[in-house]
């Protein structure tokens, strides 16, 4: 594996100047992301994929060991502050659990069953969309769960470093950054890591785009929990919606702090209705902002 081989021009690394070593190391960083860049197709046809699959009431699943597992539930969980994304429509299976995201837990990357059991026993299935992370593309617990969650009907994405991988074969869907070796020798925490955190952002926010949780390239579906967030909210209600500062702020507060609500219930419709025409269309403000002015 590439990820895993030793790059001779960093044999002596321990004895550079540290100047010249974090220069070494910040370029192993932006090769990582240049390796992104013949994947950005793979990446949309996942997302277009995902998004559709997941439907109503569809989960995503994120999968991983290690690195890759701290980095997919990272990823994960800001889809909801920044997305509305519901937690309840997600799931992380973390090779030994959740302990395991804190501190190393032996051989819990290797646990074959383990991967299977959390799959069968999540009840995943046609409506959900798992993802599988590994720079590697052959870690054993993830390779099964990827397996296991392909057999029950669910949509498989896997998300590795190295080319030609069993992760990448098993699932439906495969992103696959080359990053080479490592400036640190087998360190997948650092250009694999890398390459893995960007790939995510990438593919969780196109997922996002595509449904509907996107609007002028505003989060108008995030959740508001901080003072600063009220007044982005405002903000996007009082931009989008063509009103002055005082009714943005009333229409956000009548909306319960939901922005694309407040955006409706700034243009003058009925909380109730408004809440309708969102439900009715899949919460994506757009539609229902040209339902509106079809009305019009």
Do not use: C
């Not at 889809?79 to 994304?85: A, D, Q, S």
């Not at 429509?89 to 646990?111: H, P």
């Not at 995030?222 to 063509?242: T, Y």
């Amino acid at each position: 594996m590439k990820t895993e081989t030793l790059d001779p021009r960093y044999l002596d690394l321990d004895l550079w100047p540290t100047e010249l070593a974090v220069e070494a190391m910040l370029d192993g960083q932006m090769a990582a992301i240049a390796a992104i860049q013949s994947q950005t197709a793979a990446i949309a046809r996942a997302a277009e994929e995902a998004a559709k699959r997941l439907g109503e009431n569809g989960r995503l699943v994120f999968v991983g060991a290690g690195t890759s597992g701290r980095l997919a539930v990272q990823d994960g969980t800001e889809l909801y502050p920044t997305f509305g994304w519901p937690m309840e429509r997600m799931i992380f299976l973390m090779a030994g659990g959740a302990g395991a995201l804190t501190e190393a837990y032996e051989n819990a990357e290797d646990d074959i069953e383990a991967g299977r059991t959390e799959i069968i026993g999540h009840a995943v299935g046609p409506a959900d969309v798992v993802i599988g992370v590994a720079a590697s593309g052959r870690t054993p617990y993830t390779v099964a769960a990827i397996e296991q969650a392909r057999a029950a009907g669910a949509l498989t994405i896997a998300i590795a470093n190295n080319s030609g991988s069993v992760l990448g074969e098993r699932a439906e869907h495969a992103i696959v950054a080359v990053t080479g070796s490592e400036v640190v020798a087998g360190s997948t925490r650092m250009k694999a890591g890398t390459a893995q955190k960007a790939v995510l952002n990438l593919l969780s926010t196109a997922i996002m785009i595509r449904r509907g949780l996107v609007y002028q390239g505003r989060m108008v579906a995030m959740r508001i929990s901080n003072a600063k967030l009220l007044q982005r909210g405002r903000g996007m209600v009082q931009d989008i919606a063509g009103v002055d500062p005082a009714v943005a702020a009333r229409a956000l507060e009548t909306a319960g702090g939901e922005i694309r609500l407040g955006v409706i219930v700034a243009m003058g419709l009925p909380l109730e209705e408004g809440r309708a025409l969102l439900e009715a269309h899949g919460g994506s403000l757009r539609e229902v902002l040209q339902v509106l002015e079809r009305r019009d």
